[in-house]
């Protein structure tokens, strides 16, 4: 029990925090915590307001709906207030039925009496928008500000292609269309990517965005309407502000569905998932057939919104403060929370990809409870300066796996004396000791230990025995787990070291099956070249290069023992692959592996060297950017680099040619601005394949 003293501490406390962060999100679009960790304060002093009235004091955030303008607009008084919604807490399927419940008993309606219509939206997380048409021209667009009055953004809001600037059909004398601008993941991925680069490339006064509906909201009051202009923003319309009555000639629909429709015939996006439900069993079932959608959706949503469908209705439910009684916001669980980091450590992926990952306490994120989140690499660790003992936001939607999106402001703040030394990959694998690196122009960090790391084996084993490499008929994953697990393979000869007594005593094994899988490692044995090259599991050694490999050098020891250089003068080889072979061989273990191989009576038929490949794009100096759309950047870079031609990081008057995909960006401005000839991917390969024409 709080006794009153406690109660009015914890409510002057909490007022000062609401108020800073209420100011942080509605004025300057710099939100510092998780929606759901404010709502958690806001329902908390709520609460406290309730037990003690007498705490309710007019300036408590309680008191107060929406945000303040900010100075630099023009000010604009909505001729119909922009109303808020009320929230339904209560995010089980109950939280329907109670909304139901209070709808019928507003209306008198009798427990067997009819059901009531709605419809049902989605809870768009963006910002609201109030646009105002004359005669079917825009001519005003105001974001909701206090409800009252809001800023005008129209010179930004003109620039949104999915916002008509004029009516289709038939237009009334005014109308206002209110709507939700957001931006989609993906635009905001791409969105951040651009920010990171320009911060890379030294402007300081850039910065990556927290989610999409921050960087929405910066991009509408971007006082700059070119900026706004290259932020990608998207709309949908739910509402209706000012019209011309009926009686002066103006649209009258008697549902929310068919003014819905009316937007869609304007021009308007409306949500295809929009429905008409009947009762509280079909609003149920509405919220959870969009919360098993949620994650596919290519934009993020908070909730669904329930509303009366018939404005008749509406009008006889009226509102309660700034709040409609016909209408509800039904939430989901949020993706994002607060927690503190417990410790940094680095995990060894199938592949050897070393990823620091953020040990968290506790926390219940998107439907379950967090320990673990990604770092992703070195590189984003450091760039978001995880420190353990930070509070982070963590963030997870859908199956993906749990990522730290930032640290607060609170914890970043705090002097470097106490907090944790900043993030530094290990340059030994934490599994096997054996050395990682990071190759050039790579973000992740790999342990060389290749068939030598405990954390590779099982994946390294399957590689081996795939149907593709020497093809061992029958070894499966359950087999190839059981058979690391219980340590009867630590290196892959000891694959060959498996007798018939050892296979017909493991668990469910039957002696046919042993004695079909010995049979089968003795068939492997006899294999080729390049299956067995392959095999061996080699980054970037895929089945074509390890054919050219064998074709070129004609035998292992010639390809093990080969320098970069002469590695290069292979067919598709470029300096990657070179690299990649150069590591992996000179790794004192592989070699062994090999030998232990070759010992253990793996054999295949050696032939003589080919002759030396040509080199057509020698002199020529080629830069990539952006997204190509078959290869990855490496794939390109090795393609030519084979081709003899150099690939260079950045845009100068020595490049022959800038090949450029999606998102190119400032190497793109580059080029064009000083005679660079720019190229597709379809181009450079045709360049590849022919030559330079001319
Ligand atoms: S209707 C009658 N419909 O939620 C109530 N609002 O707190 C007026 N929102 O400011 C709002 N999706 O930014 C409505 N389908 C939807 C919505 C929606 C998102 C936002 C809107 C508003 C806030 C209400």
């Known amino acids: 029990m709080t006794t009153r003293d406690e109660a009015a501490r914890e409510a002057a406390a909490l007022s000062e925090q ?98 009531v219509e709605y419809v049902c939206e989605l809870k768009f997380d963006g910002l609201a928008m109030n646009l105002r048409y004359e005669n079917g021209v825009l001519v005003q667009a105001a974001t909701r500000g206090d409800g009252e ?10 620039t949104v292609r999915e916002i008509p600037l004029r009516l289709n059909g038939k237009a009334p004398p005014v109308v206002e269309v209110r709507g939700e601008i957001y931006m989609k993941r993906a635009d905001f991925d791409a969105l951040n990517e651009r920010q ?65 429709q009316q937007f869609d015939a304007w021009g308007f996006p409306v949500a295809k998932q929009t429905a008409r439900a009947t009762g509280a069993i079909e609003l149920i079932a509405f919220h959870e057939n969009i919360g098993r959608q949620r994650d596919a959706l290519p934009y993020d949503i908070d ?24 209408a509800v916001a039904h939430k989901y669980p949020a993706q994002e929370q607060i927690t503190e980091v417990l410790g940094i450590e680095v995990q060894v992926g199938r592949t050897g990809k070393l990823t620091p990952v953020a040990k968290l306490a506790p926390v ?46 609170e914890s970043l703040a705090r002097p470097d004396s106490e907090r944790g030394p900043l993030f530094t990959m290990p340059h030994q694998c934490p599994v096997c000791g054996s050395e990682a690196l990071r190759e050039e122009g790579e973000v992740d960090y790999r342990c060389t230990g290749g068939l030598f790391c405990a954390a590779q084996r099982k994946e390294a084993i399957l590689h ?19 058979l690391v697990d219980a340590n009867l393979i630590r290196i892959l000869p000891d ?13 469910r094994m039957a002696e046919k099956s042993a004695r079909n899988l010995v049979d089968a490692l003795e068939a492997s044995k006899k294999t080729t070249l390049p299956r067995f090259l392959f095999g061996l599991g080699i980054r970037h050694v895929g089945e074509s290069t390890a054919k050219d490999l064998a074709k070129h050098f004609g035998k292992l020891d010639a390809i093990m023992d080969a320098n970069e250089e002469q590695l290069l003068e292979v067919n598709d080889v470029g300096p990657v692959v070179a690299q990649s072979l150069r590591t992996f ?19 295949w038929e050696e032939g003589e060297p080919a002759a030396r490949a040509p080199k057509p794009l020698a002199g020529l100096t080629f830069v990539i950017t952006g997204t190509l759309p078959t290869l990855s950047r490496d794939e390109a870079k090795d393609k030519l680099e084979a081709a003899g031609a150099k690939v260079a990081g950045s845009v100068s008057k020595k490049t022959s040619y800038l090949v450029a995909g999606e998102e190119a960006g400032s190497k793109l401005d580059k080029a064009r601005e000083i005679g660079v000839n720019v190229i597709d991917e379809a181009h450079m390969l045709e360049i590849l394949a022919n030559g330079v024409p001319g």
């Open 303 to 326: 909730g669904v919104v329930y509303k009366v469908d018939s404005i008749e209705l509406q009008r006889r439910l009226g509102f309660v403060s700034r709040e409609p009684r016909w």
């Open 585 to 603: 061989f000179d790794q004192p273990h592989n070699r062994e592996v090999v030998e232990q191989l070759r010992a253990c009576g793996l054999t």
């Open 364 to 409: 219940f994120v998107g439907g379950v409870t967090v320990t673990n989140a990604t770092l992703h690499n070195e590189d984003e660790a450091r760039r978001k300066d995880v420190r353990v003992g930070d509070k982070v936001i963590v963030r997870r939607a859908g199956d993906v796996i749990p990522e730290v999106v930032g640290v607060v402001p």
């Open 149 to 158: 009055v809001g800023e005008e953004v129209t010179q930004n809001i003109r």
């Open 464 to 482: 081996f025995a795939a149907r593709r490499a020497v093809d061992i008929d029958g070894l499966g994953d359950k087999l190839v787990e059981q």
């Open 18 to 115: 609401l108020h800073k962060h209420a100011h942080l999100y509605y004025v300057l679009d710099a939100p510092e915590l998780p929606d759901a960790e404010y709502d958690r304060m806001f329902q908390r002093l709520q609460a406290l307001e309730a037990e003690y009235p007498e705490l309710r004091r007019a300036d408590s955030p309680t008191q107060r709906v929406g945000g303040k303008v900010l100075d630099g607009f023009v000010k604009v008084r909505h001729r119909v207030p922009m109303l808020s919604i009320r929230t339904e807490t209560d995010i089980t399927p109950d939280g329907a039925s109670a909304f139901d419940a209070r709808v019928r008993k507003e209306l008198g309606l009798a427990e067997d009496g009819p059901q």
């Open 196 to 260: 990171r680069e320009k911060i890379a490339a030294g402007q300081k006064n850039e910065k990556v965005f927290v989610n999409p509906r921050n960087a929405a909201a910066g991009a509408v009051r971007q006082l700059d309407p070119a900026i706004a202009a290259a932020r990608p923003l998207s709309f949908f319309a739910y509402g209706l502000g000012e019209v011309t009555p009926a009686s002066e000639g103006g649209p009258d629909f008697p549902t929310q569905f068919e003014w819905l």
């Open 495 to 507: 694959l060959y070291r498996l007798g018939f007594t050892t296979l017909a005593g493991l668990d």
